[in-house]
């Protein structure tokens, strides 16, 4: 038994230290992080692509010229739904370059948690094409919400993952590093104010998409003044 506790006690020091940063592991990482970069740009183009897909089409739907009007003013909150999502992706997208310019490389768990962010996107699209189907269902709009915010926030965590684990490049200052948590949290945040909104109803959920606007001045308000904080502080 001692020789297994020892045997088990050497694999947890493995586990738990610090790993050495070579330069082979620092190559290694560089190179990983523009396959990834690549591999995530072209599963957000994708999922723009799908969103597009979602929208009421002749050859899809069967309506003729006749019935145009009435499916471009019927379907009003679908096209509605599509482009808050189309929006969001964007948004998400940008928050990724943002994040991987300030990188000088990657690694496995940094990686993994990256890609997952990316399919929580797609699941979220594909709640959109099932809302698309069966218009006001409660779960679905509550759904769609969830794995948006569950995207942002693994958005901070690998942020905050890369700061931890010196993956980010020279570039981006203290406050900069700091500030940029603040950057990844307005669309998290209002997706979880738009989760209770979906009990009032299709409209209600959608209206309260348009809580980015202040909830991004305000962070974006709070970031200045933590920038201002810091520079008085850098004088004293």
């Keep these: 038994m001692t020789g297994l506790t020892k045997q088990i006690n050497m694999i947890k020091n493995i586990l738990t230290s610090p790993k050495e940063i070579t330069q082979a592991l620092v190559e290694r990482g560089e190179k990983q992080l523009r396959r990834l970069a690549r591999i995530i740009d072209v599963l957000y183009a994708l999922i723009i692509f799908e969103l597009f897909t979602l929208m009421p089409s002749p050859d899809v739907d069967g309506f003729g010229r006749e019935e145009l009007y009435e ?34 490389r ?21 709640f959109v094409r099932l809302d ?19 995207a942002g926030f693994l958005s901070v965590w690998s942020w905050h993952y890369a700061v931890k684990n010196d993956l980010v490049s020279d570039a981006p ?11 990844f949290l307005p669309e998290p945040v209002v997706s979880l104010l738009t989760f209770p909104l979906a009990w009032f109803g299709p409209v209600a959920w959608t209206l309260g998409w348009l809580l980015l606007i202040p909830v991004g001045w305000a962070l974006k308000k709070y970031r200045h003044k933590i920038k201002f904080m810091n520079v008085q502080e850098d004088k004293e």
Excluded: C
Excluded at 106 to 126: C, E, K, N, P
């Design 106 to 126: 990657t690694d496995g768990r940094h990686a993994t948690i990256s890609i997952l962010q990316v399919f929580t996107l797609m699941l979220f699209i594909y």
């Design 132 to 150: 698309a189907e069966f218009p006001g269902e409660v779960l679905l709009m509550q759904l769609q919400s969830l794995f948006l915010a569950l």
């Design 71 to 104: 499916v471009l003013t019927h379907s009003y909150l679908n096209y509605t739904v599509i482009i808050i999502g189309l929006v969001l992706v964007i948004l998400y997208w940008g928050m990724s370059n943002l994040q991987f310019g300030n990188l000088e």
């Design 173 to 183: 200052s203290k406050i900069e590093k700091e500030t940029l948590y603040i950057k």
